[in-house]
């Protein structure tokens, strides 16, 4: 004997799998875009210049947070490498 489906059964399980791989983009795209470690990367540059365009008197201590943020800036720019493999 055949077994009868309702429409809303169906219905339902068409919304679920269109939900679930919407979610699936979602969460491709978010892995593939790393908005925060991009804006932090600018955020680090931007702190950079600005030591750059202060005086040198600092005692070598705005020298020493040029390279601080040097590393920052490679450590950010690996760990987007890395997220995006």
């Known amino acids: 004997m055949a077994k009868v489906i309702s ?3 169906v219905l339902g399980f068409a ?3 269109g939900v679930a791989l919407a979610g699936g983009a979602a969460i491709t795209s978010a892995v ?3 908005g925060d470690m991009e804006a932090a ?3 680090l540059r931007g702190a950079r210049a600005s030591l750059e365009r ?3 008197n600092k005692g070598g201590h705005r020298e020493a ?3 601080l943020i040097d590393q920052a800036i490679v450590q950010v720019k690996e760990g987007i490498a890395f ?3």
Do not use: D, N
């Open 7 to 9: 429409r809303g059964a």
């Open 15 to 17: 919304l679920g799998m």
């Open 32 to 34: 593939a875009y790393q």
């Open 41 to 43: 990367l600018e955020q």
């Open 54 to 56: 202060a005086t040198p």
């Open 65 to 67: 947070a040029m390279g």
């Open 83 to 85: 997220a995006a493999r």
